[in-house]
């Protein structure tokens, strides 16, 4: 998550197959949630975690070696599960930073006809802070929870997607150099898609989800009030998923993960899910953030919990969720 120095508060965030061509959806026009028999592998979800926040990658400050080791392991990632690129290669390049960097950026087509011409975007931060200059045991910025944790969460997504095959709408899968610097990845690609006339209908985005709350929700979204995705996420799951964060009001979440840059680019519902909420994670750009302090349970969980709630996202025939006014 992007460092605000005025405030030096995180900001966040958001199979086993015995049949892994299925993902039972009812009819679109049903409200129903949808049954989606595709099962999260707890293994697959530790081992890609703890590959991303490795010591090997050495805190994944964008312009580094170590970012470098990061967006191989990611086109590797989506190479050895059939996810195309969406430009020449999947390496978008930074037009707003003054060393090569990377996006990282996959698509999986849509099935329908004409919705696959409308995109929804689910994208984590691959970047992190580096390494510790000062002279200490451990120097490495792991930044498992910030944010290996959201971008292992949008490699599932991708992984259910390429193997079920259930999305009517494309999806465009991004994993983002640059937010730590000021949100660089994020303003840089939007600027592309605009040229583009990109067809968006939502962006959600995943930051911090690496432990659970103690609360009677999973996640909070930010900009709660600003359309109507945390009431629509709940109806496709069924369930009390997203909750109202106090917090993230206060310290207006919103404009500070990569979510922002696409909604100033196209005042469409863009929005951060995360877990972390202000009491239950100590480790925000510390060394101490690494895999050993994740809940591999709970982050399964999580991502299985919205599988029907992307799934119904991208095959509803219209676009139900919407900007509030």
Same mark, same amino acid.
């Given at each position: 998550?992007?460092?605000?120095?005025?405030?030096?508060?995180?900001?966040?965030?958001?199979?086993?197959?015995?049949?892994?061509?299925?993902? $039972?959806?009812?009819?679109?026009?049903?409200?129903?949630?949808?049954?989606?028999? #595709?099962?999260? @592998?707890?293994?697959?979800?530790?081992?890609?975690?703890?590959?991303?926040?490795?010591?090997?990658?050495?805190?994944?400050?964008?312009?580094?070696?170590?970012?470098?080791?990061?967006?191989?392991? =990611?086109?590797?990632?989506?190479?050895?599960?059939?996810?195309?690129?969406?430009?020449?290669?999947? &390496?978008?390049?930074?037009?707003?930073?003054? $060393?090569?960097?990377?996006?990282?950026?996959?698509?999986?087509?849509?099935?329908?006809?004409?919705?696959?011409?409308?995109?929804?975007?689910?994208?984590?931060?691959?970047?992190h802070i580096g390494l510790e200059k000062k002279q200490q045991p451990d120097v490495v910025f792991n930044g498992a929870n910030d944010d290996a944790s959201g971008v292992t969460a949008v490699s599932e997504l991708a992984k259910y997607?390429?193997?079920?095959?259930?999305? @009517? &709408?494309?999806? =465009?899968?991004?994993?983002?150099?640059?937010?730590?610097?000021?949100?660089?990845?994020?303003?840089?690609?939007?600027?592309?898609?605009?040229?583009?006339?990109?067809?968006? #209908?939502?962006?959600?985005?995943?930051?911090?989800?690496?432990?659970?709350?103690? &609360?009677?929700?999973?996640? #909070?979204?930010?900009?709660?009030?600003?359309?109507?995705?945390?009431?629509?996420?709940?109806?496709?799951?069924?369930?009390?998923?997203?909750?109202?964060?106090?917090?993230?009001?206060? #310290?207006?979440?919103?404009? &500070?993960s990569d979510n922002f840059s696409f909604y100033e680019a196209f005042k469409k519902p863009c929005q951060s899910i995360s877990t972390f909420d202000f009491e239950n994670f100590d480790f925000y750009h510390h060394v101490s953030d690494?895999?050993?302090?994740?809940?591999?349970?709970?982050? $399964?969980?999580?991502?299985?919990?919205?599988?029907?709630?992307?799934?119904?996202?991208?095959?509803?025939?219209?676009?139900?969720?919407?900007?509030?006014?």
């Amino acid at each position: 998550m992007k460092k605000r120095y005025f405030l030096l508060l995180p900001f966040v965030f958001l199979a086993c197959k015995s049949n892994p061509s299925v993902a $039972t959806v009812s009819p679109a026009t049903d409200s129903k949630p949808i049954e989606v028999t #595709y099962k999260v @592998k707890e293994s697959e979800v530790s081992d890609f975690l703890k590959k991303l926040s490795s010591d090997e990658m050495e805190g994944r400050e964008t312009g580094t070696k170590g970012i470098e080791k990061a967006a191989v392991f =990611l086109e590797d990632f989506f190479k050895q599960n059939k996810v195309k690129p969406y430009f020449v290669s999947y &390496r978008d390049t930074l037009t707003n930073f003054k $060393t090569p960097a990377y996006n990282i950026v996959g698509v999986i087509e849509g099935t329908d006809p004409v919705l696959k011409k409308e995109f929804v975007v689910l994208s984590a931060h691959y970047d992190h802070i580096g390494l510790e200059k000062k002279q200490q045991p451990d120097v490495v910025f792991n930044g498992a929870n910030d944010d290996a944790s959201g971008v292992t969460a949008v490699s599932e997504l991708a992984k259910y997607f390429s193997e079920t095959k259930s999305n @009517k &709408r494309s999806i =465009l899968f991004v994993f983002f150099a640059g937010e730590e610097k000021g949100l660089l990845g994020s303003k840089s690609l939007v600027q592309k898609l605009k040229k583009q006339n990109f067809n968006l #209908y939502i962006q959600l985005n995943i930051e911090m989800i690496g432990v659970p709350m103690k &609360r009677d929700y999973l996640a #909070y979204i930010t900009g709660f009030d600003k359309s109507n995705m945390a009431q629509k996420i709940n109806e496709y799951t069924g369930k009390k998923t997203i909750g109202f964060l106090p917090k993230e009001a206060e #310290y207006k979440l919103f404009y &500070r993960s990569d979510n922002f840059s696409f909604y100033e680019a196209f005042k469409k519902p863009c929005q951060s899910i995360s877990t972390f909420d202000f009491e239950n994670f100590d480790f925000y750009h510390h060394v101490s953030d690494e895999f050993k302090v994740m809940d591999i349970p709970h982050m $399964t969980s999580f991502i299985q919990e919205f599988l029907p709630a992307v799934t119904k996202i991208t095959i509803t025939p219209t676009e139900e969720i919407t900007m509030n006014n």
